[in-house]
């Protein structure tokens, strides 16, 4: 079966730090993808990133780095000179190939507050 | 290109009622997905559409049902409404399965 795990409820941090995001994984499928969403207070999912299972390089997107680690089923997402903005829940997710379907199965969310 | 919109934003309705939300998808997307947003379970997918056919169904039972039309706008109803059921229901499009998916900004659905 498969499970998201964001083990972070919340997280506080003052602007300018850095701050990374957990999220682990599980599934029996050879073929998955793994997405990470934003969810300010308007409530919108905000997409951010999607990875296939074949692609462990790690990604940059200005303040944002994505680490993908297939050996310890992890997927996590650091902000790099966190600013009040980013302020939101962040949401892993995970899609599985074998439904050929779009059903992302969502971690519990991690609510991020960035003090200024 | 216009984002995925759902209409109405905000709903109070009656234990025992029915609903039906909507939800017009991006342009050119022809996957539309279905998801209950709520504190206590999280957010949980519904079901999804993709030119005009159910595609994957979540664990929810048969009270929830849905459709899409030919432009790919979905709906989705809701029957003998429960308190349990207040919840934010998102919608969201998608070009092809699989691929990211772009949510609309819900509506909040209050049963009293």
Not at chain 1, 17 to 44: A, H, I, N
Not at chain 1, 58 to 87: H, L, P
Not at chain 1, 93 to 112: C, I, K, V, W
């Amino acid at each position: 079966a498969q499970k998201v795990t964001q083990a972070q409820t919340e997280i506080s941090v003052v602007e300018k730090e850095d701050v990374t995001l957990d999220c682990v994984y599980e599934t029996r499928d050879t073929t998955y993808y793994l997405f990470w969403y934003k969810q300010p207070p308007s409530g919108e999912l905000v997409f951010l990133i999607r990875r296939n299972s074949f692609d462990e390089q790690n990604e940059i997107s200005g303040r944002y780095s994505w680490n993908f680690q297939k050996s310890t089923s992890s997927f996590n997402f650091t902000i790099t000179a966190s600013q009040v903005v980013d302020s939101a829940v962040y949401f892993c997710a995970l899609s599985e190939a074998q439904t050929g379907a779009n059903n992302l199965f969502f971690g519990t969310g991690t609510r991020l507050t960035v003090i200024p | 290109k216009a984002g995925v919109t759902q209409t109405p934003r905000y709903l109070i309705k009656t234990r025992g009622q029915q609903v039906t939300l909507s939800c017009s998808p991006i342009s050119g997307h022809r996957s539309v997905s279905w998801y209950q947003q709520t504190p206590g379970q999280g957010l949980q997918f519904l079901f999804e559409y993709f030119s005009e056919t159910q595609r994957n169904k979540g664990n929810f039972p048969g009270r929830f049902s849905g459709r899409q039309f030919s432009n790919s706008r979905s709906e989705m109803n809701v029957s003998t409404l429960e308190l349990g059921d207040s919840a934010l229901y998102l919608c969201a499009s998608s070009a092809e399965a699989l691929h990211e998916q772009y949510f609309g900004p819900g509506t909040r659905l209050t049963v009293t």
